[in-house]
């Protein structure tokens, strides 16, 4: 775990204690934009664009979702970090190797496209090969532009092609269950896991678990998070809770109860898990291996713990898409 500091690597830990023992996550830095659009600076085309992710992090699991769901894998090729990420942040070996650059930590890419660089080094990265940069790591931009700028080129048999998952109609309840979603749910998780005061954890670990019961009581009476439809906001926090049995319950302390304890929830994620080429994109060894190994701050014996059965294999009752 660490930043670059003006372009240099420094093994770093978060700074809760500015916080009151909050964790407090910073800003992406690359925001600029894929578009089909003639004359944009980032044009679609295929081949051009790399996407750097994890298995394990659930930011980059949205975007890894997006491309295979959207029939991207032979328009955008991908590079996997490997699942532990220490003293050197994430980086690549032998079974998951940087076959575009060669390299050997992922803060190297960074600085190729700003040797300056000061800030976390994160994924989900997507690099562009024309000009030598990174073009966005922010997974919530990432997930808008595969919906739609790589429709061209994209597999016409995948499972989502040609649907969009913000339609025009629903953009604005998207928007809005975003919101709530993602400081409560999706951030609320690492906010419970890395405060590093008794008070920063319990204000936290409420708001996550007084999110999932209002998440509980809205899917108690629809099969979506608005409505009939899956869009973007199932995606969105689908990618938390798949993982939170297997390691936010325990690793994060996010105890209250687990997921397989709330009916709706659960169902929800099983939905999403048995959705065509889902299943394919939850790697359980990597995510359990990085989360159990990757924060010494938090599990510093680097123990992996015996892992409860997850429930995500009964079949779901949620099985209309509202498309």
Known sequence: MGLL??????????????HGGRFVRTQTSFRDAVSPDAGARFPAEPGRYHLYVAWACPWAHRVVLYRALKGLQDVIPMHVVAPDMLEDGWSFD??????????????????????SFTGRVT??????TVEGTIVSN???????????????????????HGVTMVPDDQRSAIEAINAFVYPHVNDG??????ATTQAAYDESVTALFDALDTLEARL?????????????ADWRLFTTLVRFDAVYHLHFKCSRKRLVEYPHLIDHTRALYAFPGVRETVRFDEIRGHYFRSHPTVNPHGILPVCPDLGLDPPSTRTAYGF
């Open 5 to 18: 500091v003006n372009g240099a690597w420094v093994d770093r830990w978060y700074a809760t204690k500015e």
């Open 94 to 115: 032998a079974d998951h190797p940087d076959t575009l650059h060669g390299l050997d930590h992922l803060h190297q890419l960074y600085t190729k496209a700003d040797p």
């Open 123 to 128: 994924v989900p990265v997507l690099w562009d």
């Open 138 to 160: 922010e997974s919530s931009d990432l997930i808008r532009m595969l919906d739609h700028a790589f429709d061209a080129f994209a597999d016409p048999s995948a499972p989502l």
């Open 189 to 194: 998780v690492y906010r419970t896991g890395f």
């Open 220 to 232: 108690s009476d629809q099969p979506w998070l608005v409505g009939d439809r899956l869009t973007e």
